[in-house]
């Protein structure tokens, strides 16, 4: 009886697990889907066999997916795998075992079909190798590189656009050795005509490359040559050759060079430019620091190529962060993508073009007085924004705006200079009179629109009692006391200076299970929001000012900001009490959802044509104090909505019940529709960085003692630890309910 073919897919993206179960549909019998590695564990339990696994290196579920394949070897035996990612992923050569692949997303769908018929086929049928080598392109293989992988350790192949297949041999199924290559390639030495090869750099199942010298100028090069499996087969010459052609017709200063196309030997070979410069890719992973001038040059090479390319006639595969090399004299070179002619990109295919060009330049905007103008065209970039960036001719008019007198006639042209003189004569003569009118007219203009920093700074006391924690029985707490507001862009910009001036409080303010890698607190994109912020612009297409919640920080920062302002965050306790209430309501205001009264994610989630939201005004952050009506009990704002926050508690991680980690509480712009019960939790990596979380800190005290400018550098007191909080005050009284507070709940809501 023929065995089921079944087929698992792991990845935290819904829509990405739609894409490779739409592709591989017609292969399989059956699919098992899931979100992350614990869940595929489970889901696997009882399973004899595996036709092949699909599995995303991003995110949390990628940290783990080499892990469940070694368990599921072990369990049900050897299979074909096949890891994805839209990063860079060197790191992980050393895991790939035979027949598996490491495939940039979006995945092809024929290389990914050519791919499970290959490995889950005992006789795979046979291709179509000029359709192969048209398409053939790995990263900037053909553009040699000082970081090229050498050939005692060659890497696996990773495939853009292709297929490349190396043969797959018997193997235990355990071992992890490289693959073995086919013994194809030339001995370092051997002379092509004018050329001699020098070492090998990468080769594949079908092509070898190498530097070699063209020994008649002292020229070195990159050599690439089709294996001899492939000479007396007319498709691969020709194909190898139209490859070759289509690549030497490119004639662009961004564009590496092909130099010519030979036989010699018997073996066909084409000489391509060799590229001696780290990738954008290679600068990320070594943490260096671009000036702006460059990422303005990547971005108009990058431009210029791909227009020069469309009105070529050319079809290419798409730029990548490793595609993109810097040359000495932060020139941008980029390496030659020309699969052929015809086929320019599709619209999807531009949109995903601006997506890669933002994610390559995106880590190197981190750095303090980045140019907003490119923070700001780079956020544009392959979004859905009104004003994204996300075609071809979008990112020329945006590097490039049209001059308005383009295209005018002499006589237009002679006018509009008429008009100019006269208009300047008038200008000189009315300047003194207009000087002071715009300088007030200016001065008004800025004062009313720069947005107010507001004292936010204000501590809520809450008594001394029990509440009913997760509605599984009362507990009760001493009196503490929890900022009224998250914590606000302007008061982190404090800490962050004062940090900068004082570098010695960073070490007082650590977490003690901090990694030795986290030396910053500095938020993520902050050089891009902080500025934006202080000018009430837009961030992500939402409106910023000073008084909006920080967001982008880590678990460790909020770790920091509380223990430098003299507090702490609050424990998982502390934080529900502050929302619930004595009566353990539903929602901080009472028992009855309102969804006006919070920032939701109703509004983030609303159609782009309500530019501001209808529900509750807001699509993405606002101020920690404009919405009033998100008010618990205690007078404490903000806890239903705006952004999720951090606290001080660990538990165990849900999908990994082995890993404790932080729990956040509250819901957020971003968050789906039940968020906001006050009963709701969440574990998270202490590590997460994101948009819709932020923070608030608790005290045991009015007036925790600040570390800041003005006050001496101390090691912080011990507050409250994570699971235990100690009284260091007599209870007080509640406060009295306001007049138009909502109707306490007869009883405590069910379990939710």
């Not at 730029?319 to 932060?330: E, H, N, R, W, Y």
């Not at 979380?693 to 003005?710: H, L, Q, V």
Request: net charge negative.
């Amino acid at each position: 009886m023929q065995k089921e073919v079944v087929l698992l897919v792991i990845d935290e993206s819904a829509e990405d697990r739609a894409t490779i179960c739409s592709i591989l549909e017609s292969r399989v019998d059956r699919v098992i889907e899931a979100s992350s590695a614990s869940e595929a564990w489970e889901a696997t339990r009882g399973l004899g066999h595996l036709a092949m696994l699909v599995a995303n290196l991003e995110g949390e579920s990628g940290k783990e997916a080499f892990d469940l394949r070694d368990h599921l070897h072990g369990e049900i035996g050897f299979f074909p795998s096949v890891f994805c990612s839209h990063e860079d992923m060197t790191p992980y050569y050393g895991r790939i075992v035979e027949k598996e692949r490491l495939f940039f997303k979006p995945v092809n769908r024929g290389v990914l079909l050519e791919w499970f018929d290959e490995v889950t086929r005992e006789e795979p049928e046979t291709k179509n190798p000029e359709s192969r080598i048209e398409q053939s392109e790995v990263g900037a293989a053909d553009n040699l590189s000082a970081h090229s992988v050498p050939v005692s350790s060659p890497p696996p192949e990773i495939l853009t656009e292709p297929s490349q297949e190396i043969p797959a041999e018997p193997r235990p199924m355990h071992e992890s050795a490289p693959i073995k290559l086919p013994e194809e390639a030339l001995p370092v030495g051997t002379r092509l005509g004018d050329y001699k090869l020098l070492r090998e750099i990468q080769r594949d199942a079908d092509f070898a490359l190498y530097e070699a010298e063209q020994t008649s100028i002292g020229r070195h090069v990159a050599l690439k040559t089709l294996y001899r499996k492939h000479r007396k087969d007319i498709n691969w010459v020709q194909g190898f050759v139209n490859e070759a052609s289509a690549r030497a017709s490119v004639n662009h200063p961004s564009i590496s060079l092909v130099y010519e196309c030979d036989q010699e030997l018997g073996v066909n070979f084409y000489t391509l430019e060799l590229v001696d410069a780290p990738s954008l890719s290679d600068l990320a992973r070594r943490r260096s620091d671009l000036d702006d001038s460059v990422l303005w040059k990547v971005l108009s090479a990058a431009s210029s190529v791909l227009l020069y390319l469309r009105d070529s006639g050319m079809s290419h595969r798409l730029f990548t962060s490793q595609s993109i090399l810097i040359v000495k004299g932060a020139e941008p070179r980029i390496a030659n993508p020309v699969r052929g002619r015809g086929n320019p990109l599709s619209v999807e295919e531009e949109r995903k073009q601006m997506e890669l060009l933002a994610d390559a330049i995106s880590p190197f905007l981190k750095k303090s007085g980045t140019d907003p103008a490119l923070f700001s065209m780079v956020d544009r970039m392959g979004t859905d924004r009104i004003d994204a960036i996300n075609s071809i001719e979008g990112l020329n008019k945006a590097l490039h705006p049209p001059d308005p007198k383009e295209g005018l006639s002499s006589a237009e042209l002679a006018k509009i200079t008429a008009k100019e003189t006269d208009r300047t004569a008038l200008v000189v003569g009315s300047l003194i009179g207009l000087l002071i009118v715009a300088g007030a007219i200016i001065t008004f203009l800025v004062m009313g629109t720069k947005p107010e920093v507001r004292d936010l700074d204000v501590m809520t006391k809450i008594p001394a009692g029990q509440f009913p924690f997760q509605n599984s029985g009362e507990i009760e707490l001493p009196e503490f006391w929890i900022g009224r507001f998250e914590v606000t862009i302007s008061e982190y910009a404090e800490f962050l200076a004062d940090l900068a001036a004082n570098p010695q409080k960073a070490k007082l303010v650590r977490h003690p299970d901090q990694p030795a890698e986290k030396v910053s607190y500095v938020p993520d994109k902050w050089n891009q929001y902080y500025g934006v912020a202080l000018k009430g612009g837009k961030f992500f297409g939402g409106v910023i000012d000073p008084n909006c919640p920080v967001v982008g920080v880590d678990w460790w920062d909020a770790h920091a900001y509380a223990t430098w302002r003299g507090g702490r965050l609050p424990t998982e306790q502390e934080w529900e009490k502050a929302a619930r209430g004595r009566s353990g309501s539903v929602y901080p205001w009472g028992d009855k959802i309102e969804n006006s009264y919070f920032n939701s994610g109703l509004d983030h989630e609303a159609s782009d044509t309500v530019a501001t939201g209808s529900i509750d005004g807001h699509k993405f952050w606002c101020p920690v104090d404009a919405m009033m009506s998100d008010e618990s009990r205690y007078g404490v704002i903000g806890l239903a909505g705006n952004v999720s926050e951090w606290t001080a508690t660990r538990d165990a991680h849900p999908d990994f019940p082995d890993r404790k980690v932080p729990l956040k509480r509250g819901a957020s712009f971003a968050t789906a529709s039940g968020f906001e019960l006050t009963a709701r939790r969440a574990a998270e990596s202490p590590g997460e960085k994101n948009f819709w979380t932020g923070f608030r800190i608790a005290s045991d005290t009015e007036n925790p003692k600040s570390m800041g400018p003005t006050s001496p550098v101390v090691a912080p007191t011990a507050g409250a630890n994570e699971e235990t909080i100690l009284p260091t005050a007599k209870p007080a009284e509640a406060p009295a309910k306001p007049a138009d507070a909502p109707a306490k709940p007869a009883d405590a809501p069910a379990k939710l």
